[in-house]
């Protein structure tokens, strides 16, 4: 299972060397709040990823039930007038509309007065005119066949209703991840600008216990992150066009890249760095630059519990120092 070591025995010699020299480092593993902000977090991020799996589910149930109820892509758009203008998932009405009555077959047939009362059955607000439109759009729209409406119309309220337990379950999820976040010094990330708690408590759970670590670059080793090589002589591409190839903890990886994808927008100080980088070397060589940069700033607010680089939220006070 150890496709990406060198595992001869050679290697098994050199690492008993070091060993036994006190060169490595004791492996501890995660216990208490940290286990549970671990595992809590890869389970969020299944559910997230779960989500967005049904959120796409969905919308090929509706292309083919409701042909331009949802437009995507800025070409169709062109080419179309949508409903409505906001994306699907921000629009409460377009929501409402595909659990009361996603099928146009019946939507033609209905008044505006049907449908406000159909909507109002169901406790969602709809007014004379937006029904119009609604109904108005329904008719000049080309209808599916109805066996192939009818067969989408029966799977699309089991997908919702599993998308809406998923959401519940992510909501909780985070809320539990901000409870036990609160017990642990990373709680002082909160204060900078650029990260939320479910990033943060997505990260320290990804560390762990801040007392296994003597300074930031030991954290940033687990990472793995380090850009590809493949220069020789006269070929000096500069790791373009290569992905990560030292092994890390893709966990710790994904939850600090991204972090410092946040980062960037709202801290200057990681942001004039990265882009001073972008200058000279490929995107992925200044950005894993940055990640190594953003680890250690964030490592030095974590153990003096304040900072005096990154910039603190609106209405977040520095914390000193105990």
């Known amino acids: 299972m150890m496709q990406y070591e060198k595992d001869d025995e050679i290697d098994a010699a050199a690492i008993g060397d070091l060993l036994r020299r006190g060169e490595g480092s004791p492996f501890n593993p995660p216990s208490g709040i940290y286990l549970q902000l671990q595992h809590l977090a890869r389970v969020r991020f299944s559910k997230v990823k779960m989500r967005t799996t049904l959120q796409h589910q969905i919308l090929g149930h509706l292309d083919r039930i409701f042909p331009g109820l949802v437009i995507i892509g800025d070409e169709a758009k062109e080419r179309y007038a949508p409903l409505f203008?906001?994306?699907?998932?921000?629009?409460?009405?377009?929501?409402?509309?595909?659990?009361v009555c996603p099928n146009p077959h019946n939507l033609v047939a209905m008044s505006p007065h049907d449908l406000i009362e159909a909507f109002h059955a169901h406790k969602y607000r709809m007014g004379p005119v937006r029904?119009?439109?609604?109904?108005?759009?329904?008719k000049k729209v080309l209808l599916p066949d109805p066996e192939l409406a009818a067969i989408r119309c029966h799977l699309l309220p089991h997908d919702i209703?599993?998308?809406?337990?998923?959401?519940?379950?992510?909501?909780?999820?985070?809320?539990?991840?901000?409870?036990?976040?609160?017990?642990?010094?990373?709680?002082?990330w909160s204060k900078l600008k650029g990260l939320s708690d479910v990033q943060i408590a997505s990260l320290a759970g990804a560390i762990g216990d801040p007392a296994n670590y003597k300074y930031a670059a030991q954290v940033f080793r687990r990472s793995g992150l380090v850009p590809g090589r493949n220069d020789s002589g006269t070929r000096q591409r500069k790791g373009k066009g290569k992905k990560v190839v030292k092994v890390g903890d893709v966990y710790?990886?994904?939850?600090?890249?991204?972090?410092l994808a946040?980062?960037?927008?709202?801290?200057?100080?990681?942001?004039?760095?990265?882009?001073?980088?972008k200058i000279s070397k490929p995107a992925g060589v200044a950005r894993v630059a940055t990640a190594r940069r953003a680890m250690g700033i964030l490592w030095a607010v974590l153990r003096d519990q304040h900072s005096e680089t990154l910039i603190l939220k609106k209405g977040a006070k520095y914390l000193l120092k105990k």
């Open 252 to 259: 710790l990886r994904r939850a600090l890249m991204n972090g």
């Open 85 to 99: 203008a906001t994306d699907f998932w921000e629009c409460q009405t377009m929501q409402h509309l595909i659990r």
């Open 262 to 277: 946040t980062l960037i927008l709202h801290q200057p100080a990681l942001r004039d760095y990265y882009n001073k980088l």
């Open 161 to 188: 209703a599993l998308l809406e337990d998923v959401e519940r379950h992510i909501a909780q999820l985070e809320k539990d991840l901000h409870t036990l976040l609160v017990e642990t010094p990373y709680l002082v």
């Open 131 to 138: 029904s119009a439109k609604i109904i108005a759009y329904a």
